[in-house]
């Protein structure tokens, strides 16, 4: 290689990742109002499909196209939810499934966000452990939920250790993945500027990494959902998922299914906190 390509290489490694348009002029960001509009078009889509699917399956339940033992009809479990809001076991079960979930994000983001800073920083140990998080990514948790009962006994702990897991796989991959795409030039920056260890890191390389740590927040927290609600539905003794076995052993359809509806509702207010919290955190970045 000859030493102007070697320069070559070297200037293009050095120019900022922004593109340029055709007419020379930067890249403008997307008019906030355009953003908003998108927003409240998604919004608006789900509600008007969600009452779409509500109107078919009063109308196909009141018509008999299927058995209410399949599926009632909204109206019959609206009116059950109703009624469990006032019995305290409801209040107790959705307790119970708060806590495990918020232990899960909380423990499961910060392990994975630690992990993955780890591999980033030490190489080889990303190269090495790496292999193993995806394979373990693929195989389903709950098959070691009989380990944890003799290891920790039936309780909530044993829930909140495996969905923990099962959150910090994506949270530290989607770390370590974001950490390790952020273009070279922005740590010769830090080094040109002398920055110290924790400037560079909560300055540069957590801002340039922050679209794929939020990725992995936003699967943290959805499996952190999945993987407490499938525990409770295999043994334990309390919470959402094992009233949901519960009532579905005893043939109580309507209040199964009312259950169910409130996990629904749970996982759609999760789902609007974490966009209201990746706002704050790409606020920056879409300014």
């Known amino acids: 290689m000859t030493a102007a390509s070697t320069k070559s290489f070297a200037a293009a490694d050095d120019l900022p990742t922004e593109a340029v348009s055709s007419s020379g002029e930067p890249p403008r960001p997307p008019r906030r109002g355009h953003r908003f509009g998108t927003l409240a078009l998604s919004a608006g889509s789900t509600v008007a499909l969600i009452l779409l699917f509500t109107a078919f399956a009063e109308l196909g339940s009141r018509a008999g196209w299927w058995n209410d033992h399949v599926l009632p009809a909204p109206s019959v479990i609206f009116a059950e939810l109703g009624g469990l809001l006032t019995e305290p076991q409801f209040w107790l079960d959705a307790r119970r499934t708060g806590i495990e979930v918020a232990a899960a994000i909380l423990f499961g983001c910060l392990l994975g966000f630690a992990a993955g800073l780890l591999f980033w920083k030490i190489p080889l140990l990303g190269r090495v452990f790496e292999p193993y998080l995806v394979s373990f990514y693929a195989v389903p948790l709950v098959l070691f939920y009989p380990v944890m009962i003799v290891l920790v006994g039936i309780n909530a702990m ?4 495996l969905a923990t897991i099962m959150a910090a796989i994506p949270m530290a991959l989607n770390t370590a993945v974001g950490l390790n795409q952020m273009p070279p030039v922005y740590m010769k920056l830090a080094r040109s500027l002398r920055t110290s260890p924790q400037q560079t890191l909560f300055a540069i390389a957590i801002p ?4 794929y740590i939020v990725a992995g927040l936003r699967l943290a927290v959805v499996y952190a959902l999945i993987g407490t609600i499938a525990m409770e539905f295999t043994t334990a003794q309390a919470g959402l998922g094992y009233r949901i076995r519960y009532l579905y052993e005893i043939f109580d359809n ?20 974490l966009a209201a919290v990746e706002r704050v955190l790409l606020r920056g970045r879409n300014a």
């Not at 044993?158 to 250790?161: D, E, H, L, T, Y």
């Not at 340039?208 to 679209?211: E, I, L, Q, T």
């Open 208 to 211: 340039a990494a922050g679209p």
């Open 158 to 161: 044993s829930v909140i250790i």
């Open 254 to 273: 309507i209040a199964m299914f009312a259950y169910i509806v409130v996990v629904l509702l749970l996982s759609c207010l999760l789902t609007i906190a």
